[in-house]
């Protein structure tokens, strides 16, 4: 079974533009997380979304936003673009929103210039 | 806020002996994850603890939980070269606005090098 896939690999914006990543889960979870991870940190939680609603979002400003659609996969969308932005940005599934057990994605390189 | 303390940061150890890293939190929670990051990629899921006492083993690696103290253990046993990672605790909690709202917080990694 394919595990959790996230695109584009790598990607490079300059400031002020926009980006959108895109994650689709392992069959048959119906949550996905997304996370920032700045080099040399822990990943920091954004959004978790489960059956296309929002169930949780992390301290980040409002230049982020995500969706999820109803084959349960999910967009992140980052507006403004600022060289802070410039990342690894992790998607995780699981089977719903509380499960104890989170499957990370490749993750997609975001960098910003 | 939950804050989420490891330590040590960094462990250089040689192969065949055994450490300890250490995952404080500072606020109640009954559910806790380690993961794995190799460089470059991306977070392997190691254990699932979810009640107080929670002990569980693969391998070399060993993770409990305390959750009275707030404090998990990740032990390493008889280490070899390729337990050389980044190993994360992670703790859940409510997000922003409470309620049903869920987050996942991160340590910042203990990176671990074993050394022949």
């Known amino acids: 079974d394919a595990g959790v896939t996230q695109s584009p690999t790598h990607l490079i914006k300059t400031r002020g533009q926009h980006v959108t990543l895109r994650c689709s889960p392992i069959s048959g979870h119906k949550s996905v997380s997304w996370y920032q991870q700045v080099l040399g940190q822990g990943p920091q939680f954004i959004f978790q979304y489960y059956e296309k609603e929002e169930r949780g979002r992390g301290n980040f400003p409002d230049r982020f936003s995500a969706r999820q659609f109803p084959n349960y996969s999910s967009e992140l969308n980052v507006n403004a673009l600022l060289l802070g932005d410039s990342a690894l940005y992790l998607c995780?599934?699981?089977?719903?929103?509380?499960?104890?057990?989170?499957?990370f994605g490749p993750g997609t390189r975001l960098t910003v210039l | 806020e939950l804050k989420v303390e490891q330590n040590p940061l960094f462990l250089s150890m040689q192969e065949g002996k055994n450490y300890t890293i250490y995952c404080n939190y500072s606020t109640t929670s009954d559910r806790l994850y380690w993961y794995r990051q190799d460089p470059g990629k991306s977070l392997e899921s190691l254990f699932v603890l979810l009640s107080n006492g929670a002990v569980k083993q693969e391998g070399r690696l060993m993770a409990s939980l305390d959750t009275k103290a707030r404090l998990s253990t990740l032990h390493i046993t008889a280490a070899v070269h390729d337990l050389s990672a980044t190993y994360f605790c992670a703790v859940d909690s409510l997000a922003v606005g409470g309620g049903s709202n869920y987050k996942l917080t991160f340590g910042k990694g203990t990176l671990l090098t074993v050394n022949p």
């Open positions: 995780a599934s699981s089977l719903w929103w509380r499960d104890g057990e989170q499957f």
